[in-house]
């Protein structure tokens, strides 16, 4: 079955710098878009970032400029560089991919920035 296990977030000064990453398993990864989406307290989850089986990118506005994605297919790892920090990118951010019609989710990673 599908499997996304994300990691690397933790507590960060406003302005800094973390790497999210997304081990996938279960599916042929190199052909499928990839999504981070976030969820801050008490507001609903967002689309924050996809990145395409061909690589092409897209962005929240919110974090254009600030966010790159990339992938490795040979890991089968995604990736959401987070640049230049901010109090609102507080968030529970979680990595997801459609497979045949069904949504599959990791179970998400504490992003926490405060000084």
């Known amino acids: 079955q599908v499997q996304l296990v994300e990691s690397g977030g933790g507590l960060v000064q406003p302005g800094g710098s973390l790497r999210l990453s997304c081990a996938a398993s279960g599916l042929s990864f190199r052909f499928n878009a990839m999504n981070w989406y976030r969820q801050a307290p008490g507001k609903e989850r967002e689309l924050v970032a996809t990145?395409?089986?061909?690589?092409?990118?897209n962005y929240a506005d919110s974090v254009k400029g600030r966010f790159t994605i990339s992938r490795d297919n040979v890991k089968n790892t995604v990736y959401l560089q987070m640049n230049g920090l901010k109090p609102e990118d507080t968030a529970v951010y979680y990595c997801?991919?459609?497979?045949?019609?069904?949504?599959?989710w990791g179970q998400g990673t504490q992003v926490t920035v405060s000084s």
């Open positions: 997801q991919v459609g497979v045949a019609l069904h949504g599959y």
């Open positions: 990145i395409t089986s061909s690589g092409s990118t």
